[in-house]
């Protein structure tokens, strides 16, 4: 049966298993000290063109919100999110759990609009009774989005200027950033990102590691004592050279890229093969996350033949569903979806 | 200058008042477990007619919400209100801060309407990821809502067979409850909110009392160790007779009832006055809030010789402001209202 | 039946009361912004010799503990305690339900010695792996203790400057400090607090007041947005002036001080009887406790005709009880005590 | 350099990257559903001989024991530990984070004894003030212990009996499980555990594993929804296979024993050598982790040529230091470090 899952439905990119090998044996220190973490660090510095960044590895994209956004908000403060965000939505309340309410803000397509952001700060403090009130104190953007979508640069820079007229961070949820670089249709470059947010992170998991989050602060502003925050949340990975060789392998020869490079030309073809067969989509999503509407009835139909993801119901007889690719998607998937497709 | 500014900007009523400084010198045993408590609770169970109930008392009204919403649910759930509930947007993340969410709905005048209820309970279940999101465990009402306004009592039972066919407690928010309850248009009594309800609270501090809420478990569900919880969240009173003693007096002669009486008494009166007026309100509110549409540059003059709250922007030019009534308004703060409309 | 139970048995000193009566239908607006509080503000200034000082009431002891610590330390901070400290031992978890751990150092009479406090932080940084620790942030003592006991001027000097050598906080739980100030074993004025400690609450609740706590920050550290931080924890009062009008009086004509001067005066009379009787003492303590060893036999006699409260067991035969005296304590109270002692 | 300096200084057990290679391209569905953690779970259940035990895989220790001890509590409830227990001291206040309290029991080379623990449960409930106070709800040890001693079955069994009559759950910290299991000098096995404990976990990460640790809920006590609050704890690993595929491997022909076995006999030899050349134990410790006492001259010195780690300080000349083996320590390491001893 093909797989279209997910976009981290193998293991990880067979130059990380390679390397992961090759370097079982030797003896590092643990807790991120050790010399792969180190170069990871110092690759990842250069590949986003800011020498003086701070980058600390954690294993998965629920525990990197919720580390970053408690560590970093005051404890008056809650973030700001598009009600479909992540946090909103999918971590079952990972951000409430370290005590801090997540804002929600309406959002088209996925993405928070500057003039909601601005008109949503604007008046919280027009409030008369806004010190009985959660104090936004971070802005959380996700790029791509929970839909596939993408900031224009336009955008990012739109809202990293609100954030800065109200003195509160900009943070972006990289958990899928790969494929939102290589899209066909984005101006934003990965330097972009460094300059116009405070902290960022570059996702693994779903983008050929086997687990891991890159977290980049961009601005001299890591929380003080950033460890041992980690270790309290239970995130401290004691042999972090699991993290770090993955990351040094992602950053060498491009890798990363490579991956979101090849994923985002399998979307493509993904897409061609649904337009084809007079398919519709549910958004218009310029990354690897592709949102298809099937009938109800050929949807029960795939699924004895293909696996993809419920995403939510379009009407009585339609579904929104996800097909999701990845550098472990072949043409022979794609040939036999279009089999399924044609039956 | 006279004031509307709230329900709680005078003292306690004088016959509290009274009474504290009546038995201010008996010996009496703290947290609670004094005569004056028990009296209280039997008078409160009589009152609501239910001799099975539990009841225990609070300082203040986000206490309670924050108390009985962290002991009642469980690790993986939170808690549905409406996106104008207290909890929602004026308690400072009070909810969040005992790691659960307020799982936000729309409204309809402040109320939740059961038809949305019972669809975000359905869709909750339906989606297939919901493992990993916040389980709705609970459901949050006030009664009068943050608008004045109440439910019927047919809503309230839908919403109760709702919560009884998902399992899950309906609690009520009864800070201003007196006035809900006395209001002309209601059909809702104080034993029909002991039966429909798991959960509620009857408001003490803006209905005539110093400080003080009265918390009535009606199902045998008070939770286990109660007290326990109520000191490690920093919420037991020493001196319980405080509470006790102000709550006795409350249930004492239908004091509480005929507090709301007067105030609802009052509360029509000043509708009527700014209605001659031709002044509009916001919000149709039968209780003893009243939610008003002043022009900006009224709004302005008033301030100088009126003190009423601020409640939301109308438009550029108009503003939506409080006037409440209370056990303290008099008939002489209505003729100086008066007079300030007619200059 | 007399009762030495504790020092909050009664309702408020008679002036309190008489006050709160006088200043009931003032129409005030809400949460610590009226008059009297600012009034009493002003007045523990001055009291403390401090004009500097940022003052703000709560409403209980656990309350003041876990709001003042959990907003003054650091993410990655706990506190360090006494391991016989209120908040190690007596608030259920109030300090852990933040967050934050008590870091338990061994005592003396219920005091931290500051040689023990200077070794554990200076073992503290000498651990390799201290960054998997919890850093200790802030230092607690209460004065008096949990056992009646003070700490001399020397050694708070002590104390103050180990913590200003480590850059943590000084925090002194003053819940009983009225009876601390009028010992007549003390050569510490509440001046001497101000200067010495970096944030101290000045205890009503337990020195004639319904409740209330003054929380009095002495370096201009109170924590941003504090009173969101309060509302946030569900620790804001509506009506401030209860903590307004009871802390004005108490500190209007030195009531407070008188109150402290009165109950010290009758537990030194409460010990004369004791000692005339006998009776041994658990603990030398020079305020309002009295920590006395019965044999079990005469404890159970006794309670028949005294209230007094279970200590500790002391061993197989005897036990420790606790006589506490207050502004409410009378010479009859004694004169009573005294023939049950002669029975 | 040759490297002591833990159990987890190398990556995995090659047998595990070789599954892992093998495995890596096969589509499977996330967050520990998969096959591999199917197949590890059976495996599990037939090793520790109950087929009805819940197996659940969490990534770490600390994590492993955040999530462990908040889902188990109720909301009332801390936890007792030894003093020396790593939830005491090295978690960075990971369990506080969740809003509980540890509750510290003295303890014996590391191990609580069964007369302290009754004792300590016998006086909370003679306790007064109980209510007052944190309730026991769960005993946490750790088998092998921080400094590497074993419970003898005997006190294993008394410990649980305890926790039986109080009707609070045992709980097993195996984070070094393997090493005690098959230590020379124990009598107590896994199937012991499984009926003596309510719930434990088998660590994976200091025994060979590149993370990863199986919790087992031995009592059909795993809580409800436990997976949703893993999420919430930003703890589900997305790529659940890495964990499967792991303890599958682990526990196909005995590995985790051999492992266990392994790095004991190595111990043993290591033991040897330290003994040989007249230096002396802080602690007789019968698993994989040594404590040696070194002057401080020649822990300078060797320091140069052989990593090791800083346990504490044992008198101004002398220092306490661990020496750990694990699967990949060599015969070649052991004479080097002989060499080292003889210069």
Same mark, same amino acid.
């Given at each position: 049966?093909?797989?279209?899952?997910?976009?981290?439905?193998?293991?990880?990119?067979?130059?990380?298993?390679?390397?992961?090998?090759?370097?079982?044996?030797?003896?590092?220190?643990?807790?991120?000290?050790?010399?792969?973490?180190?170069?990871?660090?110092?690759?990842?510095?250069?590949?986003?063109?800011?020498?003086?960044?701070?980058?600390?590895?954690?294993?998965?994209?629920?525990?990197?919100?919720?580390?970053?956004?408690?560590?970093?908000?005051?404890?008056?403060?809650?973030?700001?999110?598009?009600?479909?965000?992540?946090?909103?939505?999918?971590?079952?309340?990972?951000?409430?759990?370290?005590?801090?309410?997540?804002?929600?803000?309406?959002?088209?397509?996925?993405?928070?609009?500057?003039?909601?952001?601005?008109?949503?700060?604007?008046?919280?403090?027009?409030?008369?009774?806004?010190?009985?009130?959660?104090?936004?104190?971070?802005?959380?953007?996700?790029?791509?989005?929970?839909?596939?979508?993408?900031?224009?640069?336009?955008?990012?820079?739109?809202?990293?200027?609100?954030?800065?007229?109200?003195?509160?961070?900009?943070?972006?949820?990289?958990?899928?950033?790969?494929?939102?670089?290589?899209?066909?249709?984005?101006?934003?470059?990965?330097?972009?990102?460094?300059?116009?947010?405070?902290?960022?992170?570059?996702?693994?998991?779903?983008?050929?590691?086997?687990?891991?989050?890159?977290?980049?602060?961009?601005?001299?502003?890591?929380?003080?004592?950033?460890?041992?925050?980690?270790?309290?949340?239970?995130?401290?990975?004691?042999?972090?050279?699991?993290?770090?060789?993955?990351?040094?392998?992602?950053?060498?020869?491009?890798?990363?890229?490579?991956?979101?490079?090849?994923?985002?030309?399998?979307? +493509? @073809?993904? =897409? $061609?093969?649904?337009?084809?067969?007079?398919?519709?989509? %549910?958004?218009?999503?310029? #990354?690897?996350?592709? &949102?298809?509407?099937?009938?109800?009835?050929?949807? +029960? @139909?795939? =699924? $004895?033949?293909?696996?993809?993801?419920?995403?939510?119901? %379009?009407?009585?007889?339609? #579904?929104?569903?996800? &097909?999701?690719?990845?550098?472990?998607?072949?043409?022979?998937?794609?040939? $036999?979806?279009?089999?399924?497709?044609?039956?």
């Amino acid at each position: 049966m093909i797989s279209f899952e997910s976009d981290y439905i193998a293991g990880a990119h067979p130059e990380i298993i390679r390397r992961l090998s090759e370097t079982n044996l030797e003896a590092l220190s643990g807790y991120g000290s050790d010399k792969y973490c180190e170069s990871a660090r110092d690759k990842i510095r250069k590949a986003i063109g800011l020498e003086s960044a701070d980058v600390e590895f954690l294993v998965g994209g629920t525990q990197a919100n919720a580390v970053i956004i408690s560590t970093m908000l005051s404890d008056y403060e809650g973030v700001i999110a598009a009600k479909t965000g992540h946090i909103s939505t999918h971590e079952a309340g990972a951000i409430e759990f370290t005590g801090h309410e997540v804002l929600e803000l309406s959002e088209k397509d996925g993405k928070i609009m500057p003039g909601d952001l601005r008109a949503f700060l604007k008046d919280f403090y027009a409030n008369d009774t806004h010190e009985h009130m959660t104090f936004p104190g971070m802005v959380y953007i996700s790029h791509p989005t929970e839909y596939g979508t993408l900031y224009s640069k336009q955008e990012m820079k739109e809202i990293s200027g609100i954030c800065h007229d109200y003195k509160i961070p900009l943070f972006l949820d990289g958990a899928r950033l790969g494929y939102g670089l290589m899209s066909k249709n984005t101006d934003v470059t990965i330097s972009d990102i460094a300059e116009l947010c405070d902290v960022f992170y570059i996702g693994g998991t779903k983008v050929g590691a086997l687990c891991g989050e890159a977290v980049v602060f961009t601005k001299g502003n890591k929380p003080r004592h950033f460890m041992t925050s980690v270790k309290k949340r239970g995130a401290l990975l004691a042999k972090g050279r699991l993290l770090g060789v993955q990351f040094d392998t992602l950053f060498t020869d491009d890798l990363y890229f490579r991956i979101g490079s090849y994923a985002i030309e399998m979307a +493509e @073809k993904l =897409k $061609e093969i649904f337009k084809s067969h007079g398919l519709n989509f %549910y958004i218009d999503s310029p #990354t690897n996350q592709q &949102f298809v509407i099937l009938e109800n009835d050929r949807m +029960e @139909k795939m =699924k $004895e033949k293909v696996v993809f993801s419920f995403w939510e119901k %379009y009407d009585e007889d339609h #579904t929104v569903v996800r &097909f999701a690719t990845s550098w472990s998607t072949t043409d022979v998937d794609l040939e $036999e979806l279009k089999a399924v497709l044609e039956e």
